[in-house]
């Protein structure tokens, strides 16, 4: 399963640039809620600002702490916890943490979803394709499947 998104362009002071604006559901206590997320290859987590835990129905008051950097350089304290995220239709339950700034974009990171999805930057097409990575079941080493061998044989 694969989905694409345009690859949008944004003006800056140095130039135009990429945009990655992705369409993601986000399971509130409402039901699922279409958000805009900025991919951001660079963040560890997926983040987003307080108030939205809340619309989840995530208390932060019973979650840990913790200080997490922005690129600035400043520390802001932040709430880790979980959420149920689709993109694209395939449903994926995401680390996330939850900033005391209320100025938080809405970041998709790395965290859960690099390992759900291949990510394509396809700037010919100007599209950002997510490519759904399909669980493989571990195979057992092949060691410990020659001891269950030898040891049903008779053989030590």
């Given at each position: ?84 995220i ?7 339950d ?14 998709l ?11 394509l930057?396809?700037?010919r097409?100007?599209t ?17 499947e ?11």
């Amino acid at each position: 399963m694969s989905i694409a998104f345009p690859l949008l362009n944004k003006r800056t002071s140095l130039g135009i640039i990429p945009d990655c604006l992705i369409p993601v559901e986000v399971l509130t206590r409402f039901g699922y809620q279409a958000l805009e997320f900025v991919l951001d290859t660079g963040a560890d987590f997926t983040m987003l600002p307080r108030h939205m835990a809340d619309v989840i129905g995530i208390d932060l008051a019973a979650c840990p702490h913790d200080r997490s950097r922005g690129i600035e350089g400043h520390d802001f304290r932040v709430y880790p916890s979980r959420i149920s995220i689709r993109i694209g239709g395939t449903e994926i339950d995401v680390r996330c943490l939850f900033s005391d700034k209320e100025t938080t974009p809405y970041i998709l990171g790395r965290a859960d979803v690099f390992s759900a999805f291949n990510i394509l930057f396809d700037n010919r097409n100007r599209t950002v394709k997510f490519l759904r990575i399909r669980r493989v079941p571990r195979r057992k080493s092949r060691r410990k499947e020659a001891a269950r061998t030898r040891k049903r044989s008779g053989v030590e």
